[in-house]
């Protein structure tokens, strides 16, 4: 028995490098003499595709139910706009972690999902003050000013906690600091 192993080195793509090894695999074992086969064994890709699928399929699951208590409660026009929030946030954090060189992984989906927990949360309370100004008569500009301005300065508050409770992991040095500077 001969075993290869194949790795990869930092930002490459485990996904694609083991559909490559799989696709070799598959074309080698036809051309190889009777009785000699090659053999996929060990594959720790499929636990990073698993998570991907789970945090893909959570995200649109957290998506549609962010959308259908908010239409329930509040208006559909406001659910929309919360529910916006979700892949805005999204792609403006997965190009931050392209720009920054980082890649997804379980530290930065954690980082990821987080975040994503606090972008939508500050989105319902803001959508919430803009709702109650219109119930209380303001035209659709001045409740989303004046629901703005109630609650914009906790909301900017608590996300300006957040930063510096995190931004000192961004400073670690070492093999952690590599993983935990991109969840920061």
Known sequence: ??????????????????????????????SLPEGVQLTSWA????????????????????????VLTL?????????????????????????FLWLMGSTLNSVTLFGLIMVLGIVVDDAIVIAEAIYLRRKEGDGPLMAAVNGLMEVGFPVIAGVTTTIIAFLPLAFVSGVMGQFMGTMA
């Open 1 to 30: 028995a001969v075993l290869i192993t194949l790795s990869k080195l930092p930002g490459e793509d485990a996904i694609a490098i083991a559909k490559a090894g799989h696709a070799y695999v598959r074309e080698k074992n036809q």
């Open 43 to 66: 594959d720790d890709s499929l636990v990073i595709d698993d998570r991907l699928r789970i945090t893909a399929q959570n995200g649109m699951i957290g998506l549609m139910l962010v």
């Open 71 to 95: 239409w329930t409660f509040l208006n559909s026009r406001l659910s929309f706009w919360v529910a916006m929030g979700i892949p805005i946030a999204t792609s403006g954090s997965l190009t």
